[in-house]
Nanobody, 127 residues
């Protein structure tokens, strides 16, 4: 069963950092594009960053460019989202999703919210 599992959320002050992890349960992660998405209270879910299964191409939402970095460690079957210079507006539940990307791009995955979702992890940025 395809089931991503998120971890690493928590409470951090503005300007701080968090690293989220997305582990694969029941599947081999390197066969799928992996995306990070978030949903803030009262807002729609949005794509934050996605990474392809093959060539490592990435996509970032404009709101996180230069602050967030997505990476994958196939040996550990894990994808990471390093979040630096965090702002209160980054507060959200963060989800990772796996998507078979043979016929699509990572941008399309992120923009269209494609994938099989995990349960999410809360990230809160507050002083």
């Amino acid at each position: 069963q395809l089931q991503p599992v998120e971890s690493g959320g928590g409470l951090v002050q503005p300007g701080g950092s968090l690293r989220l992890s997305c582990a694969a349960s029941g599947f081999t992660l390197d066969s799928y594009a992996i995306g990070w998405f978030r949903q803030a209270p009262g807002k729609e879910r949005e794509g934050v960053s996605c990474i392809s299964s093959s060539d490592g191409s990435t996509y970032y939402a404009d709101s996180v460019k230069g602050r967030f970095t997505i990476s994958r460690d196939n040996a550990k079957n894990t994808v990471y989202l390093q979040m630096n210079s965090l702002k209160p507006e980054d507060t959200a539940v963060y989800y990772c999703a796996a998507h078979w990307d043979q016929f699509s791009t990572v941008q399309a995955m992120c923009v269209n919210l494609w994938g099989t979702w995990g349960q999410g992890t809360q990230g809160t940025v507050s002083s």
